[in-house]
C-alpha cells in the first residue's frame, strides 16, 4: 500500500460520522427516549398500530439523566432555515456549558466582544493586525468549504446539538481556523511586545484551541478531520500571510488611497463567494467578516490622518504588563459597556435600514426578512454596509467618544 493510499484511508477513517458519536456519548450526549423507541421498533420489524404505538412512547429519564428541561435538550430549530436537529439528552449538563462556552469563541457575540475590547482597553495596534489575519483566515476558510462542498457528519448517528450553521458545508472548520488563527497570533504578536512568559502564552494558546475544536465535534458539526485540516491550514495561512503584515498594515495606515482600495476589494471578494454554489449562512457570513475587516481598515486609516491612538516608538518596548487595579477595571469596563451598546445601536440602524432599502431597489418582498436576506441583492449589502459601520465604529466612532468625554 503507497503513501497516497495509506493518507486516503487515513482521511476516510477521521470523517467517519462514528468518531463524532462515540465522542457525544462519552461526553453524555444521547438520542431522546422516543428516538431510541424508534430505533428498536425498527431493528424488531414492528409494523401498523404496535409500531406507532412504540414510536409515541416516551419513558422517564434515567437517574442522572437531563430531561427536556435540561441545558441543550430537546429539538433544536434553525430560524433562518427552519431545519431540525434530532432530540436528544444530556446526562453531563456542566460538560455541555464548557463545550458550549468554547464553540461560541467562534461566534459573533464572541467577536464583537473580544475584539473591541482588546482595542479600546488593551493594544490597538495588535488588534488591528489581528483582525488582519482574522480576515483572511476566515474568508480562506469559507470559500474552500463552498469549493470543497463536504457535507456534515451524517445524523444518524451523530446528534446536532447546533443547528444554526447546518446548512453550511463542513471541510474545513472555520471555527477551528479561527480558535487556531486568534490565540496563535494573539501570542505572535505580543511576543516581544509585552513582557510576558512565552511557555505560559503557548499553553493558554493550546487550550484554547483544543476547546474550540473539541467542541465543534461534541456538537455534532464536525468531523475529526475537518477540524485537523482546519487548525493545519490555518497555519499554513498564517506561514505565508504573516510576512506580509506589517506591508499591509502600513499600507492601511499611511496610503492616500487605501480606504477606496480596501472597499473594493473587500466588496470584491464577496462578491466573489456569493456566487459560489446554492444559498447557505456561508455566504452572509462571509460578507460580514470582509465588511468588519473594511471597516476596521478605513477606522485605522482615519485614526492614522487625524492622530489618535499613536502606535508608541520602538524604544517604548517591551511593555510591562500594568498591575490590575479596581480603577483600571472600573475605566475598562465602563468603556466596554459604553461602546458595544453604541455598536448594537449601530448594527440596529443599519440592520433595519440597508434590508428595507436593498428590498426596494431590487424589487424583492420584504414581507418576510428571513427569505429575503437570501437573495444576493439583499445579502450583500446588509451584511456588508451593516458590519463595514459596526467595525469603522470599533476603530475609529467609539474611541474618538471616549477621547471627548475623557475615557
Given at each position: 500500500m503507497g503513501p497516497v493510499e495509506r493518507l486516503r484511508r487515513l482521511c476516510e477513517a477521521l470523517q467517519d460520522p462514528a468518531l463524532v458519536a462515540g465522542f457525544q456519548r462519552l461526553c453524555g450526549v444521547e438520542a431522546a427516549a422516543e428516538e431510541a423507541a424508534e430505533k428498536a421498533a425498527a431493528a424488531n420489524g414492528a409494523c401498523g398500530e404496535d409500531g406507532r404505538r412504540r414510536r409515541g412512547q416516551r419513558g422517564p429519564p434515567e437517574a442522572g439523566e437531563a430531561g427536556d428541561s435540561a441545558p441543550g435538550a430537546g429539538q433544536r430549530r434553525n430560524s433562518l432555515t427552519g431545519e431540525q436537529g434530532r432530540p436528544f439528552v444530556l446526562r453531563r449538563p456542566a460538560l455541555h456549558r464548557l463545550f458550549a462556552l468554547g464553540t461560541e469563541l467562534g461566534n459573533e457575540l464572541f467577536y464583537i466582544s473580544f475584539f473591541p475590547?482588546?482595542?479600546?482597553?488593551?493594544?490597538?495596534?495588535?488588534g488591528r493586525r489581528l483582525i488582519i489575519v482574522w480576515v483572511w483566515v476566515m474568508y480562506l476558510g469559507q470559500c474552500s468549504k463552498d469549493l470543497l462542498?463536504?457535507?456534515?457528519?451524517?445524523?444518524?448517528?451523530?446528534?446536532?446539538?447546533?443547528?444554526?450553521?447546518?446548512?453550511?458545508?463542513s471541510l474545513p472548520s472555520t471555527h477551528a481556523m479561527s480558535g487556531t488563527a486568534i490565540p496563535l497570533s494573539l501570542l505572535l504578536l505580543s511576543w516581544g511586545r509585552w513582557q510576558f512568559p512565552f511557555m505560559l502564552g503557548l499553553l493558554l494558546a493550546v487550550v484554547w484551541c483544543t476547546l474550540v475544536c473539541s467542541s465543534r465535534i461534541y456538537m455534532g458539526m464536525h468531523s475529526v478531520l475537518d477540524v485537523i485540516v482546519g487548525v493545519l491550514y490555518t497555519i499554513l495561512i498564517m506561514i505565508v500571510f504573516h510576512p506580509a503584515l506589517e506591508l499591509i498594515d502600513h499600507f492601511n495606515l499611511t496610503y492616500t488611497y487605501a480606504p477606496v482600495i480596501i472597499i473594493g476589494l473587500h466588496l470584491g471578494l464577496g462578491l466573489f463567494s456569493f456566487t459560489l454554489d446554492t444559498w447557505s449562512t456561508s455566504r452572509g457570513d462571509t460578507a460580514q467578516i470582509l465588511g468588519s475587516g473594511a471597516g476596521i481598515a478605513c477606522g485605522s486609516h482615519v485614526n492614522y490622518l487625524l492622530g489618535l491612538m499613536v502606535d508608541p516608538s520602538p524604544d517604548q518596548l517591551p511593555f510591562d504588563p500594568l498591575p490590575i487595579t479596581l480603577t483600571m477595571c472600573a475605566n475598562a469596563m465602563l468603556k466596554f459597556l459604553i461602546g458595544v451598546v453604541l455598536l448594537l445601536l449601530i448594527r440596529h440602524v443599519m440592520k433595519k435600514t440597508t434590508i428595507p432599502l436593498a428590498c426596494w431597489i431590487c424589487g424583492i418582498a420584504c414581507d418576510d426578512v428571513r427569505k429575503a436576506r437570501q437573495h444576493m441583492e439583499v445579502e450583500l449589502p446588509y451584511r456588508y454596509i451593516t458590519y463595514g459601520m459596526v467595525g469603522f465604529g470599533v476603530m475609529f466612532m467609539v474611541p474618538f467618544l471616549f477621547t471627548i468625554i475623557g475615557l
Open positions: 475590547f482588546w482595542i479600546w482597553s488593551v493594544d490597538a495596534f495588535v462542498r463536504r457535507p456534515r457528519p451524517a445524523s444518524p448517528p451523530v446528534l446536532k446539538l447546533e443547528v444554526y450553521y447546518i446548512s453550511e458545508y
